[in-house]
């Protein structure tokens, strides 16, 4: 299984809902089961990520990571089936804290299935540990206000 970025980009505003996609791919030869995706996001502060805390990754899918900067989207999202060379998405309604007056953030993805479990990577850095795993996305996102609205 392969967690990859979101479909389309768009500017995020704070204290507004957004939705955050997520396309999972199956590049096995068989179709993958009961996959499981999570994502998470942290407040840079300045231009730095906190580290995942430890024990981030046990409990996965199911169990909220420790208490940290790092908060979870929503629960997994379940996929029943994602065939060979045919992606899936998943989805979470999210609202950004703030006042959308120019925060940057982390988004974490992590994704799981019956045939292909999930390896937790060593990083506590989040970039690193999407570079590490074939589970694991990362994506820089900003908020501001939409353009409408300069």
Known sequence: ????????EGTLVGGRSSTVWVQVHNRGPAPATNVQVRAYWAEKSGDVLPDLPSGFWTGFPGSEPPASAWQSLGSAVTIATVRP????????AWTLPGSGKGTDAG????????????????????????????????RDVSTGLPVWEL
């Open 107 to 138: 988004l974490l993805v992590a994704v799981t299935s019956a045939e292909d479990t999930f390896l937790a990577p060593p990083s506590v850095k989040a970039p690193e540990a999407a570079r590490q795993s074939k589970y694991v996305a990362y």
């Open 85 to 92: 060379c045919e992606p899936a998405l998943a989805s979470w």
């Open 1 to 8: 299984m392969l967690a990859d970025s979101p479909l389309a």
